[in-house]
């Protein structure tokens, strides 16, 4: 099988054919990690990939994260692997949930404009977020290039920007949608946390901004001051020229690295089905993707 890499935007994200993620050689292995570390987003289509099968490909790049969807005991849970986050529209029969379910309600918070887990202190580095079921219509996600939008900031905001360091939490990603169901131990376990409003892309030196919906403001400054700071940030990363639409195919594994990218999940008619499964990485040494891979094989063997 020969590995085929096709770009898909003129900035960013591209598509790798010809390989079997259940099972992938070390070379290929490898070009996806290159891939990754260049384009941002890499898209495999025609995969059939089970929990465990998904689990083990993600692993090779990295620890993986528990949902947050874990932290409540007592939720039922339709997938077993704890590493998993199930983010379907569908209940433990299989049903799409109810309009006030309130993991659905959690969930909605992903049609904003985020990077995954930035409010942990060790955020999440690569996600792979494989569709088992796609709806007829609806229900794309789209990426944004946060490294081009660094690079286009007009030069004062860039200035401002460099050693800006933004406040994280999912309470205020949530809270902006009107959502404040959460338990006491869940807000202790998830307490505001601080990271730098740009980022350097470990593989190639690139800078990137880190913010999006969990960003709540900037230390330092007023919060209106900060916070309409980023929505400027937001509205600049997020305009057409820096934004790839994904159309989901059943059999899709859509691999992003949430350092240098934001993405955010659009509407559908949720009668239908929609089954799409995330694994993430935690971003535990903020080194490159193809680096990570390489330590992660010097232990395993
Ligand atoms: C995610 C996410 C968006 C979508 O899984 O992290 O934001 O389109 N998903 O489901
Ligand atoms: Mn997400």
């Known amino acids: 099988m020969t590995l085929n890499l096709a770009r898909l935007h003129e900035t960013f994200a591209a598509e790798i054919s010809g390989v079997d993620l259940a099972n992938p050689d070390e070379d290929a292995l490898e070009r996806i990690a290159s891939a990754i570390d260049e384009y941002g987003v890499v898209v495999v289509r025609g995969q059939t990939l089970q929990n ?9 790049f990295g620890p993986l994260e528990l949902s947050v969807t874990r932290y409540r005991s007592g939720t039922k849970q339709r997938i077993e692997r704890k590493e998993i986050v199930d983010v379907s ?14 993991l659905r309600m959690l969930l909605l918070g992903n049609r904003l404009w985020h990077t995954d887990s930035s409010f942990r202190a060790t955020p999440g580095a690569l996600s792979m977020l494989y569709a088992g079921v796609v709806p007829p219509e609806g229900g794309e996600t789209e990426f944004a290039d946060t490294r081009t939008a660094y690079e286009t900031l007009p030069r004062a905001l860039r200035n401002r920007v460099e050693d800006s ?25 998830l307490p505001p946390v ?55 195919r059943v059999g899709d ?49």
Not at 89 to 102: K, S, Y
Request: aromatic share 6%; charged share 30%.
């Open 52 to 60: 465990d099968e998904q689990v083990a490909f993600a692993s090779r």
């Open 89 to 102: 529209n569908l209940d433990e029969n299989d049903r799409p949930r109810a309009m006030n379910d309130r």
């Open 165 to 189: 360091v933004a406040e994280h939490a999912l309470m205020y990603s949530r809270e902006q949608l009107g959502f404040t169901d959460f338990s006491q131990e869940e807000r202790d376990a």
């Open 194 to 248: 601080q990271h730098p409003v740009v980022r350097v892309s470990p593989a190639h030196g690139r800078r990137a901004l880190y913010i999006g919906s969990h960003a709540s403001h900037i230390v330092g400054l007023p919060v209106p001051e900060g916070r309409m700071m980023l929505r400027d940030l937001l509205d600049h990363a997020t305009a057409r020229e820096t934004v790839y639409v994904h159309h989901w």
């Open 253 to 301: 594994l859509v691999i992003w690295d949430n350092r240098c990218t934001m993405h955010r999940g659009k509407a559908y008619d949720e009668s239908y089905p929609r089954d799409l499964r995330r694994v993430t990485t935690s971003d535990i040494q903020a080194r490159s993707t193809l680096d990570m891979l390489r330590e992660r094989r010097s232990v395993n063997m």
